[in-house]
């Protein structure tokens, strides 16, 4: 290959790596992202229940940092003290916090199952200090600094 054949490659190798953090780390599955990793946009975000959140359709379930929120039925393991309340208002509270609003998150971290744990804000509210404000959720596996 010529040389600058491979200078056009290790060119456009950067160019893609430099996408990929400027989109999300967490589109892209970095693991152990610090808190100072750049932040994405979640478009038309999706909420399971009250302590994830999904970026559009085909995005991963990501779990809101440092908050722990009401499971749904039947998805607290037995053995486990599940978070009391009420699982659908949580959810629907956290679904009234990001629709029509500007949501941005960075990924701070990643839970036992791979999945990306985010700090996330709508229009400059942190979502997970709002849930735990607003009785739908508690602070756990973290501190949040509200």
């Known amino acids: 290959m010529r040389a600058h054949h491979k200078s056009l490659i290790g060119g456009l190798s950067m160019i893609l790596a430099l996408t990929a953090a400027v989109i999300g780390w967490s589109e892209f599955g970095a693991a152990g992202a610090s808190s100072d990793a750049p932040s994405f946009a979640c478009p038309s975000p999706e909420h399971h229940d ?19 929120a009401p499971e749904m039925p039947g998805a607290c393991r037995p053995g486990r003290q599940c978070t009391p309340g009420d699982p659908y208002a949580s959810r629907d509270h956290l679904r009234g916090l990001t629709a029509g609003r500007n949501v941005r998150c960075e990924q701070v ?13 709508a229009d400059g509210v942190d979502l997970s200090c709002q849930m735990v404000r607003d ?12």
């Open 135 to 146: 009785g739908f959720a508690v602070e756990r596996y973290g501190r949040l600094d509200c």
């Open 50 to 68: 009250g302590d994830a959140i999904r970026c559009g359709s085909a995005g991963r379930s990501m779990r809101l940092y440092g908050i722990d």
């Open 109 to 121: 971290d990643q839970d036992r199952y791979g999945r990306a744990v985010v700090r996330c804000s």
